[in-house]
Each structure stands twice: as C-alpha cells, then as structure tokens.
C-alpha cells in the first residue's frame, strides 16, 4: 500500500524586494513583493518520485528551500510523516526529523568545501548525527559510501577540485547518503552536467532509490529529464501549480496548455533534431505577474476569464478552458 511521507500543503512565500526606505520615499514607490510561490498542493508518496518542472524564476528552488526548512513558508504547510513543520521543530524531535532529509544541489562544486578532503565532507552528516562513532568507523563508512556511489574508497584523500562535474555530484550523493536519510530534495542535480554523464547520475540515483527505497522530489527545468525518473509530476509557471499527474499519463495527454507548450517544445529526434516548435513568449516577472491565469499572454486558448480570474487546480489542472470543456 502506499503511504504518503510528504504533503505540501497551499503553500505560499513571498520575498520583500523593497528599495530601502529612503529610496521609496524620494521616488513616491511603495513596497514590493514577489510571490515566489503561490497556494501549491501536492504529495509525494513514499518511495517513489515527485518532479518539479518549470521555467527558471519559476520557484522551484524556492519549494525544494521551504521543504528542507531553509525558507520559513509565508502561508501553508508542510507536513512530513505526519508531522506538521509549520512552526519549526526543536530540540530531539527536530535532530531525528533531520536526519530523515537531504539536498542535493545543482553546483555540487559550490556545496561542497573546496579546502576539505572528500572523506571530511561525505563524513560531515556522520559527526552531526552519529555522534558515538569512531573515526576509524567514520573512514570504513565514508570508504563504503565512496564505493556506493561509484568512486573508490582512495578517493577520500582528494580535494573537490580533483573530481570531473560527475564524480563532484557522485561525492555530493555519498553525503546525502552518509546519515542513512529517507527522503532527498534534489534541485537540478544534473542540470550542469553533459547529457551522457546526466544519464549516469539519474541511473545511480534510481539504483539507490530502488536499494534504500529512497523517496525523491526530484527538480529540473527539463521534462525529458523526469520522464524517466518520476512517479508523478508537477509543472509550475510563475510560482503556481499549473498541471499535476501521474508521469505516463502527463506525457501521452497533457492537458494544461503550458505544458502541451513544453511537451512541443521538446527536440524532435525522429525528425530533424531541430525543435519542433519554440515555446513561445518570455516568462514573465514574478513582481508583476499577468492578471487572472498568468499564463494567459502566452495561451492560445485565452479569453476574458483567464485575465480575470485566477483558475483553481481542479483534478490536477488550473485551466478555465479545460473546466470549461473548451480544450479535452
Ligand atoms: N531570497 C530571495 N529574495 C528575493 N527574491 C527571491 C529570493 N529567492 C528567490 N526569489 C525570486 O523568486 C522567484 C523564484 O525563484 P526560484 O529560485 O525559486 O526559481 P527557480 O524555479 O528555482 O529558478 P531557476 O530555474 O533559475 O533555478 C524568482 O523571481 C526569484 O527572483
Ligand atoms: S486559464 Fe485560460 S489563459 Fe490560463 S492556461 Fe487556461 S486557457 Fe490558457
Ligand atoms: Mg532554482
């Protein structure tokens, strides 16, 4: 039976992006905000995957940061296992909730120390949580984790510096591994990298998935990348929930008109190699979004409705003209 092991709930973040006070005053302007993220839904079953897909600004960084506890939600909640995260943790109860979560980022060079040696990093979330062990048990694990990920126990010696892109994010695995964690953020983890390294990384890290029954949310600007990662899928534009659906189902009938866009978007490999069609118009600032469905300067299928109302998700899509039956 599946379990769900994390429910996000209408969760919503906004940042501040005011001129100092000074320069509001002198200029007659008010504050600003953007709505990074708006009122998402979704939930992630154990041992399965959940991707993200969107444009770049689109939030995606910003739900994986608010889900690991790096942000504070401005509106919503995140439950993990059945416990809510909405107030912050403290104390015993926090530490084992911890342990539980990892990130795993997009610049493994950038989140890895480069004046550590290899076998100091991956070793880092064993001295925070395994406190008892013995260096010399630190070693044999970090050497067990290195061998795991498909780098050698040797390798421990290194710097970051030493390492190509994908054994960089190979070492950035082991880490995550390195506290037994059941539940990974992985935003753009192989985003970076060159498409035949990236197939190599998402193949180890369906191996691990499959060996330590690992539950991902998985995040990429590219739906060809998820396709074959993921269980479900969510397709945000500027901060909301366009579509969600079960990832077979998402590719074979898409039903949002943003992600038939992206699906048109994609390489035509059987023809051409050229893209079939671009997606078309630029996204637009999350600081001042379109009225009604932001989408509906790029849409097709726009009316009036769509630039005034803002259309809820309704079984899995926020389209008036699919509620309306104007597209099937
Ligand atoms: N700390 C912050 N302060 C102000 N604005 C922010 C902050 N973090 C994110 N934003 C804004 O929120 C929006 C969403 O950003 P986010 O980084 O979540 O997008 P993303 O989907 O991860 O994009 P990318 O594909 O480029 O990584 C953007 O408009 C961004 O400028
Ligand atoms: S709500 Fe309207 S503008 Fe938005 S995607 Fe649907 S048809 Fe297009
Ligand atoms: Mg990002």
Redesign the pocket.
């Known amino acids: 039976m599946t379990k769900t092991l994390l429910d996000v709930r209408d969760l919503s973040r906004r940042f501040d992006v005011s001129q100092p006070w000074l320069n509001r005053k002198i200029e007659g302007t008010g504050k600003r905000f953007v709505n990074a993220v708006t009122e998402v839904s979704f939930s992630v079953n154990q041992g399965e995957t959940f991707a993200l897909v969107g444009e770049s600004g689109s939030g995606k960084s910003t739900i994986a940061k608010l889900i690991v506890g790096l942000l504070k939600p401005s509106h919503g909640d995140i439950v993990f296992d059945g416990i809510s995260l909405k107030d912050g943790l403290k104390g015993a109860k926090a530490r084992a909730l911890r342990r539980r979560f990892q990130m795993i980022f997009q610049d493994p060079l950038a989140s890895l120390n480069p004046r550590w040696r290899v076998v100091d990093i991956v070793a880092e979330p064993l001295r925070v949580f395994e406190r008892g062990m013995s260096n010399r048990d630190q070693r044999l694990r970090v050497g067990e984790l290195l061998t795991l990920v498909g780098l050698a126990p040797e390798d421990g010696v290194k710097f970051p510096h030493q390492f190509s892109g994908g054994q960089r994010q190979r070492i950035a695995i082991a880490r995550a591994l390195a506290a037994n964690p059941d539940f990974i953020v992985c935003d753009e983890p192989t985003s970076a990298l060159d498409v035949s390294v990236q197939a190599q990384i998402l193949n180890l890290m369906k191996d691990l998935q499959k060996e330590f029954g690992l539950t991902y949310v998985f995040i990429s600007h590219n739906l060809q990348v998820v396709r074959h990662m993921a269980n479900d899928i969510g397709v945000l534009y500027l901060g909301r929930l366009a579509e969600f659906a079960e990832a077979g189902a998402l590719f074979d009938a898409p039903k949002?008109?943003?992600t038939r866009m992206l699906l048109d978007a994609v390489p035509d490999i059987e023809m051409t190699g050229r893209r079939r069609k671009q997606v078309e118009g630029e996204i637009p600032s999350p600081i001042d979004p379109p009225s009604g469905?932001a989408?509906?300067p790029r849409?097709p299928?726009?009316?009036d409705r769509?630039k005034r109302d803002v259309?809820l998700v309704i079984n899995g899509v926020a389209?008036?003209?699919?509620e309306e039956g104007r597209i099937g």
Not at 319 to 322: E, K, P, R, S, Y
């Open positions: 949002h008109p943003y469905c989408f509906h849409c299928f726009a009316n769509c259309p389209c008036h003209a699919v």
